[in-house]
DNA sequence: CAATTAGTTCAATAAATATTGAACATTGGA
DNA sequence: TCCAATGTTCAATATTTATTGAACTAATTG
């Protein structure tokens, strides 16, 4: 079947939870990494993320991320692809994404985030 | 005395804690209604904020958001008087903070903030 | 000095969040 | 079909955060 979970629409993302989410060094973390390989359109599986985290706290981060509308997840086969929401995210709260990522880029080194080891394939 | 209470410095100013202080609703509107009387310069009063919560709670959330670099405190006499610290974050986070009350703004009616009555004089 | 005003601090509680491991589900391949 | 791989879900626990009221501190005023 390969059913997609549940995905806020863009309306429906929240200043409060988006902010709350992002707060998380761990989801942060996620998004930054999320954020350098995104230029190139490219998705990022969960497994990629196994550094960070034990499966099923990332399982529960993920979801957070994904309820808030900050992440997009697909299915596929028996893997799950996640990208950033841009373009829904930078609609509803122009320029404020950007921000927090250059803010993130600006401190990562003091924020110390993992790095993923991306075995995934376009 | 008067003695100021404890304030990081513009450079321990932390991104996550900084986040995580906005996501609260109840910090979100204070920082949103200092922010919208802050143009004037003008510093606003804990009593201002009395219609938000009760006064140890907003005791709090003002050590919150002083703790995070977020607010300036001043004591005067028997009255602490606070400011949003501007400076101090946008040096440090640039464009961060607008896009967050920008984004706070535009959502200002659906996160229902609600006003505070401005007793304090100049 | 007693009373008032402004706000903090403390202790107790409530509520929300994060973390862990085990069991489960789904898919793809041998 | 059976096995391995990828993640999710659940239940239990740990941790953090928020809220409340009472007691307290400091400054001002009569």
Redesign the interface.
Known sequence: MSRTPPHPTRDQI???????C????TR?AIVYNLSRHDPAATELRCGDFNAFSGKSNLAYHFAKLREAGVIQTRIAGTTRYMKLRRKDLDAR????L???L???T??AE??QFPECEVVSAA
């Open positions: 929240e200043l409060p939870l988006l902010l709350d992002l707060s998380d060094p942060l709260f122009p320029g404020l950007d921000a927090i250059k803010s993130a600006r401190d003091r924020l």
